[in-house]
């Protein structure tokens, strides 16, 4: 068995569990990360490696009929207790069982796991997945940003680095553009900085990320440690 797959098969434990002193946040963070792609809108959405469930809890109590895909048994059970629809695999293993007209698809943390052509090739599959105007967000490290480093090398099953201008790329190549980067949500429920709340943290993070990408490349640009991309379906080329 390579390093590798002995990593995964011992992600929880080395990722730990939250807990319940981070519920709240992460809550906050994906309902407000869900609102930012569908609006007030509902319909079928997948998160395709969902880990503890947080973000298919969310989705589906925001009126969503929910699906996740995840590689991790352990993770699959524990969904399905919760009631969710969740299958053990990959995006290729369940493709035929997986419907095939989702409004949503939602990756976070996923795609730094992937080599450039596995990204390539889930894409253009999930354009025959995806309903007409349907979207993909991805979370990953921000290649772009100088402050990235830690999550991307913070774990030896990253592939790939990844920036809006390279997602701009594989979407143009797999049947997508990329409708917007952004930088991640990050939650400023319970967190306290320096004995501050954490809303002046966040607006402090945001005014470096102003002043550095402005003095470095001339105009603004995501500089938070993980980006998020909305990727929606191109139109069909013209007869």
Do not use: C
């Not at 807990?19 to 792609?37: H, T, Y």
């Not at 594989?170 to 900085?193: M, N, T």
């Amino acid at each position: 068995m390579s390093l590798v797959d002995r990593a995964y098969r011992s992600y929880e434990l080395w990722k730990g569990d939250a807990g319940i002193a981070d519920e709240a946040p992460a809550r906050d963070m994906f309902a407000r990360e869900l609102r930012r792609a569908m609006g007030t809108r509902t319909g079928k959405v997948l998160e395709i490696g969902f880990g503890e469930g947080r973000f298919l809890d969310v989705a589906k109590e925001a009126g969503n009929e929910v699906w996740g895909l995840e590689i991790v048994e352990t993770y699959v059970e524990r969904a399905k207790a919760r009631g969710h629809t969740a299958l053990v695999g990959t995006l290729e293993s369940a493709a035929g069982v997986l419907p095939h007209d989702f409004d949503a698809v939602f990756l976070f943390d996923v795609f730094e796991h992937m080599d450039i052509e596995e990204i390539d090739a889930m894409l253009s599959r999930l354009v025959g997945m995806t309903s007409s105007n349907g979207i993909v967000v991805g979370r990953f490290p921000n290649g772009a940003s100088p402050f990235f480093g830690r999550n991307q090398y913070g774990d030896l099953t990253h592939k790939s680095i990844l920036s809006a201008l390279k997602m701009r790329q594989l979407a143009v190549l797999s049947g997508w553009r990329l409708a917007g980067a952004y930088d991640e949500i990050r939650s400023h429920v319970g967190a306290r900085f320096w004995g501050l709340p954490s809303r002046a943290r966040l607006a402090l993070a945001k005014l470096i990320g102003f002043v550095v990408s402005n003095a470095f490349l001339g105009r603004s640009h995501p500089m938070a440690p993980n980006l998020v991309v909305h990727l929606k379906r191109a139109p069909d080329p013209a007869p």
